[in-house]
């Protein structure tokens, strides 16, 4: 069982939808959680990090993290083709320093 | 863009050979990490440097090894190339150990033939 596993997709939306990228991962001792955005033939970009259980907005961006169910979740309101891209879910133990990422989910928005 | 600088951003290597790669920090970073990411894949952490000491390792080999040098910038080497060490190669530099607020570079795309 990989520690963090996220669907790859791909997912296709049109265009104003709201997207939902989840994730879930296998250890408790996980503090830490990161959303990334990456676009072809570059590196991630970090979106949002949040610490313990609980919500953060940002923008068109709400991430979410259910430690009981070791369930984060990234939402996307009114959606825009440049947000066309994968976009990573990663965690870090305590001391933050071992980021595990899982695979990525590619999203494709329609105009 | 972040201020994450990599080189060379492509290189073909033989099985067997060395490869060195390069990555320049953003400024005000003391931390930097290293990431291998294969094909359709997350990043997997190699292991991070915090003011020139190894911070920590992910379950690669000894054969790959880094440095970080006094201006926080970093160099990962691979001795002994296989094929399976074609990845795109990613450094990502933060202003501490936790890495929650890690910026990256655009990677160096690895081929070994």
């Known amino acids: 069982q990989k520690e963090v596993e996220q669907d790859p997709g791909p997912l296709s939306v049109p265009e104003g939808a709201i997207v939902s990228l989840n994730c879930t991962y296998s250890?408790?001792?996980?503090?830490?959680f990161m959303w990334y955005r990456q676009y072809s033939r570059k590196g991630p970009e970090l979106l949002m990090y949040?610490?313990?259980?609980g919500n953060k907005e940002d923008g068109r961006f709400t991430a979410q993290v259910d430690k009981s169910s070791k369930y984060i979740s990234l939402f996307i309101r009114d959606s825009q083709p440049s947000d066309s891209a994968t976009y990573l879910c990663?965690?870090?133990?305590?001391?933050?320093?071992?980021?595990?990422f899982g695979a990525g989910t590619r999203l494709f928005v329609k105009a | 863009e972040t201020g994450v600088t990599q080189s060379p951003t492509h290189l073909i290597k033989t099985r067997g050979q060395q490869v060195t790669l390069r990555c320049s920090s953003q400024?005000?970073?003391?931390?930097v990490s290293w990431y291998q990411q294969a094909l359709g894949q997350g990043p997997q952490f190699i292991f991070q440097?915090?003011?020139?000491?190894?911070?920590g390792r992910g379950n690669f080999p000894p054969r790959f090894s880094g440095l970080q040098f006094p201006n926080y910038s970093s160099e990962l080497n691979v001795n002994a190339l296989e094929l399976d060490d074609s990845a795109l190669y990613l450094c990502?530099?933060?202003?501490?150990?936790?890495?929650?607020?890690?910026?990256f570079g655009q990677g160096t795309r690895l081929t070994v033939v």
């Open positions: 949040t610490y313990s259980s």
């Open positions: 440097y915090y003011r020139e000491e190894e911070n």
């Open positions: 990663a965690t870090a133990n305590t001391g933050g320093f071992k980021t595990i």
């Open positions: 250890n408790s001792a996980f503090q830490y």
């Open positions: 990502a530099s933060s202003f501490d150990r936790r890495n929650t607020e890690a910026f």
């Open positions: 400024s005000g970073h003391n931390t």
